[in-house]
C-alpha cells in the first residue's frame, strides 16, 4: 500500500508521459524509497524494502522458470517437426502450471539411511545460490538490486556454490548411482567453471571494471563483442560452450541422461523437491545467458554504433528491458537448439574436451586482449 | 566344389562316416562322439574350409534326439549338414563345437534349453530362455496342460 | 534364464554389476543386460533372454504352411515382408513351382523397401540413443511415407503377411507406382540432410569411430551377417550369393568396408539405404503383367524331406529350415535368425570400453529382441 502510495506520487509528479518510466527505472524507485522514508523508521524501510525486493526476485523467479519450461518444450517440439503442448490454455501457455501442480501433489518419498537433513538442504542451496547471483545482474537502466563494485567476481564465486548442492544431493541419497552420478556432474562443473571465469576475465580486461554497471555504461558507444573484435568473438564462444557444459545441459548431459545407466545426482528426489532442482537448471541456463548478453551484448544498452548519431536515437526507442530480455532469450534460444541437435559427448572426451582444448584457447585469447588493450586496438 | 566332390572327399577324410546326396546339400551322418574331430578337420582343410556355422538345429525325431549343423564355407561358396543322432533320450549328450565356431555358444545353449541336448565340453551350458525347472518344450512328449491345448 | 552361478574373476569385491533392465529406452525390446564394470570399464556383458520368447518353433508344429505366415511377422517386425518371403520361397522351392514374374518383382519391391524402413528407424534411433533426440523424428517422419504405401497395398503397416505360398495375396493398389517414385524423390533429397545431422557431426565421430571394432574372421566365426559383418569385410550379403525372387537381374553394390568399428556399421546402412532406392528405381518402371499368384491346392503338404532357405534381412541373414514328414504341418521348424547370432559378439566387442560405448556399440549392432527371443 505503501509503494502504490509512492508509485501514485510519482506518477503524479511526473513530467513527461507515464510510460517514459520503462527507460528510466530510477526515477520510480528514488520515489518510492522517498516516499517510505518519510512513514518510516530508516531501519523498517530497509526492512520493507528488502522484503519488496526479496518477493519481486521471488515472482521473477517462477515467472521465468514457467516460461523457459514452457519454451523448452515449444522449441523442442518446434524443431522436431512436431507442436509441443497445446491443449491447456491457449497454445497451450498453462501447461507449466498444470506440471507444477502434478508435482506439488506428488509424495515425497523419504528415503531410509540417508541423511535428512543434508538430503532437504541440497535443493534450496541451489535457489540460494541462484537468488544471488539474479540479484547482481542489471535488468534495465535503475532496476539493479546489487551493484557491487566487484560484480563480475561475485557472480562468479557465487555460482561456484552451485557445487555444493549438486555433491550434497548426490550424497545424501545414499544410493551409489546418485553418488557417481553427482561425482561426474561435480567434475564437470568444476573444470568448466575455469573457462567461464577465463572467458569473462577477458572482457572485463576490455572494460577496465568488475561492476556491472560500469561494464553496461561502457558499451554506450558499441558492444563489447563488436569492440573487442577477434578475441571477444573467442570468449564469446568459448563463454557459452563452457556456460552450456555447467548447467549440465545441452551435449553435456551425459551425468543426468544417463539415467539410462547410472542416474543423475536428483534420482531419489521426487515431487516439489525435484521441481526445485529442476527449475533450478533453467534458471542456471537464464543466469548464462543473461550474464553473456550483458558482459558480450550490452544487457539493457540498445545496439548503437559511435556516439550522439540518428541511429543510436533510433535505438533508444526500445525501452531497455526489452533489449535485456530479447537479448537474454536470444542465447537461450541457442543454448536450447545445442541440446536437440547434437548427440551427447562422453564424460571423458567433456574433460578432454575442457582441459586440452578450451583453457589452453582461452588463456592465450586473455593474453591477445591484453595486449590489444595496451595497445588500443580496439574500438 | 560341387555336391559329388564335397562327398567324396568328406568320405576321404574318415571312411566311417555316411555320406548321402540330399535333395539339397550334401549331408553326412555323424556319431555324436565324432562331431568335434570332424568339424575341426572341416574347418582347416583349404578343399572345404567351413569358416561359417549357419545354424544348430536340435530335432526330437521321436525315439532318437538329433543335431543338425548347416555349414558354409566363405571361400568356396559350398554348403554341408552335419547330422547326428542319439538314442539315448535321459541323458543326450553331443560335441560341442563352441571352440571351433564361436557363434555355437549360443545355438547350442539354445537346443540344451529347449531339447536338453548337452553339449560335452560347452564353456557355459545354461538355460537360455527358460527358467531352470521348466521342462523342453520342443521335445515331441511335452505336456503343458495349462498352456498348450490339443 | 538361468543366473550364472561360477565367479567371473578373481577381484569379486572390485566388481560392480549394474542392470540395464528390460525396460529400457535403449534396448530396442526386452532384454536384460547384466554389465559387471571396473571403474568406469566394461569387463563383461551378459545378456538375459526369454522375456518376450512366444514359442514360436513350437506353434509351427501344429500350424499350417499358410497359417505359419503370420507367425514369421512377428520374429523380426521391423523386416515383416521378408519374414514371410523366406518361408514362402521355402515352401515354394519344397513344392517345386514356378512362380510368375510379377510376384517376383512385387516380392524385390517390398522387400527393398523394407529395408528402405527398418534402416531408416536404425538411423532415428541411433540417433537418440546416443542424445541426438530429433534424429528419432526426422527418421520416422520419413518412415510414415513407406508406412502408409505398405497400408495400401496391403492392409498393414508394419506387420504386412502379404506374401503367401504361391504368389501375394492381393495385386498391387493402382497408385503403388505413383507413391513409390513420390517416395524416392522425397527421400533423395533428404537424405543429404541426414548426412549433415549425424554422419558429418565431430560429436557423432567421437562416440563412434574406433568403438567396438570387429575384425572379418571374427564376424566370420561368430556369424555376423548383414551391414554388421560387411562392415568387417565380410561378404555374406545373401541377395549377392544366392540370388532368389528378382535380384538376379538388378544392379546394385554391395556396400562393404574393412575398418568394422561402430561408425562403419552405421555408415554401412545408410549406404544400403542408397543402394535400395537404385534397386527401386530399376524395377519400378518396369512390373511385369500376369498373374500376382499360383493356385495353389487348398490343402499344403511338403513332400518329405528337410528344406533350407536363407534370404537377406536388413539385419542379416535370415533362414529356415523345415523337415517335413508329409503332413499338413511341418515337423520342426527352425530359424537361424540373424540377430540371435549377431548377439554372442557383444560381449566380446565391448570388453574393455567404457560404460557410454556400450549404448553405442549396442545401437550400431542394431537389435531386435523378439528375433533372438522368438
Known sequence: MLTSFGIINYLSAQSGPWWKVFYDFTSLTKNIDASLHNTMSPFWTTVTELVIVGVLFILFYAVIGLFLVYAERKVCAFIQNRLGPNRIGPYGIFQTVADLIKLLFKELIPIKNADHFLFNLAPYIVIIVNFMVLAAIPYALGVHAIDLNIGIFYVIAVSSMSVIGVLLAGWSSNSKYSLLGAMRSGAQIVSYELSVGLALATVVVLAGSMQLSVIVEGQRTGWFIFKGHIPAVIAFVIYIIAGTAETNRGPFDLAEAESELTAGYHT???????????????????????????????????????????????????????????????????????????????????????????????????????????????? | MDKIQLAEFIKSLDSDLEVKEG???????????????????????????????????????????????????????????????????????????????????????????????????????RRLFLTSSWGFPLRKDYVDNDNITS | MEEKVKDTGTEEKQDYIINIGPQHPSTHGVMRLVVSLQGETVKYVEPHLGYIHRGIEKMCESLTYPQIIHLTDRMDYLSAHINNEVFCLAVEKALEIDIPDRVKVIRTLMSELTRIQSHELFWASYGMDLGGQTCFFYGLRDR???????????????????????????DLHPNFQKRVKEFLTHFRKVLPEYDEILTNNVIFHERTVGIGPLLREEAISYGITGPSGRASGFSCDVRKHEPYSAYDRVKFNEVLYTEGDAFHRYLARV????????????????????????????????????????????????????????????????????????????????????????????????????????
Open chain 1, 268 to 379: 531419489e528426489y521426487s515431487g516439489i523437491k525435484f521441481a526445485f532442482f529442476y527449475l533450478a537448471e533453467f534458471i542456471n541456463m537464464f543466469i548464462v545467458a543473461s550474464i553473456a548478453a550483458t558482459i558480450f551484448f550490452g544487457g539493457w544498452m540498445p545496439l548503437h554504433f559511435g556516439a550522439n548519431n540518428g541511429f543510436n536515437r533510433i535505438m533508444d526507442f526500445i525501452p531497455p528491458v526489452i533489449w535485456f530480455f530479447g537479448k537474454t532469450f536470444f542465447l537461450i534460444w541457442i543454448i536450447m537448439l545445442f541440446k536437440w541437435t547434437f548427440p551427447r559427448l562422453r564424460i571423458d572426451q567433456l574433460l578432454t574436451l575442457e582441459w586440452k582444448y578450451l583453457l589452453p584457447i582461452n588463456i592465450v585469447n586473455l593474453l591477445v586482449m591484453a595486449f590489444i588493450v595496451l595497445m588500443g586496438w580496439h574500438f
Open chain 2, 23 to 125: 535333395k539339397q546339400y550334401t549331408e553326412v551322418i555323424v556319431p555324436p562322439s565324432k562331431i568335434h574331430s570332424l568339424a575341426s578337420q572341416l574347418i582347416v582343410k583349404e578343399e572345404t574350409l567351413f569358416d561359417f556355422l549357419a545354424c544348430i538345429t536340435g530335432v526330437d525325431y521321436g525315439h532318437d534326439l538329433g543335431v543338425i549343423y548347416h555349414l558354409r564355407s566363405t571361400k568356396h561358396q559350398h554348403m554341408l549338414v552335419i547330422k547326428s543322432r542319439t538314442t539315448d533320450r535321459e541323458n543326450p549328450q553331443f560335441d560341442s563345437v563352441a571352440d571351433i565356431w564361436e557363434t555355437a555358444n549360443l545355438q547350442e545353449r539354445e537346443a540344451f534349453d529347449l531339447l536338453g541336448i548337452k553339449f560335452v565340453n560347452h564353456p557355459d551350458l
Open chain 3, 144 to 170: 510414415e511415407m513407406v508406412l502408409d504405401i505398405f497400408e495400401e497395398t496391403t492392409g498393414g503397416r508394419m506387420l504386412v503377411s502379404y506374401n503367401c505360398p504361391g504368389g501375394v495375396m492381393y
Open chain 3, 271 to 374: 549406404e544400403e539405404m542408397r543402394e535400395s532406392m537404385n534397386i527401386i528405381d530399376q524395377l519400378i518402371d518396369n512390373i511385369p503383367e500376369g498373374p500376382y499368384a499360383v493356385k495353389m491346392k487348398p490343402v499344403i503338404r511338403l513332400p518329405e524331406g528337410e528344406y533350407y532357405q536363407r534370404v537377406e534381412t536388413p539385419r542379416g541373414e535370415l533362414g529356415v529350415f523345415i523337415i517335413s514328414d508329409g503332413n499338413k504341418t511341418p515337423y520342426r521348424v527352425h530359424f537361424r535368425t540373424p540377430n540371435f547370432a549377431n548377439l554372442s559378439v557383444l560381449n566380446h566387442l565391448v570388453k574393455g570400453f567404457k560404460i557410454a560405448d556400450l549404448i553405442s556399440i549396442f545401437g550400431s549392432l542394431d537389435y531386435v529382441i523378439p528375433d533372438i527371443d522368438r
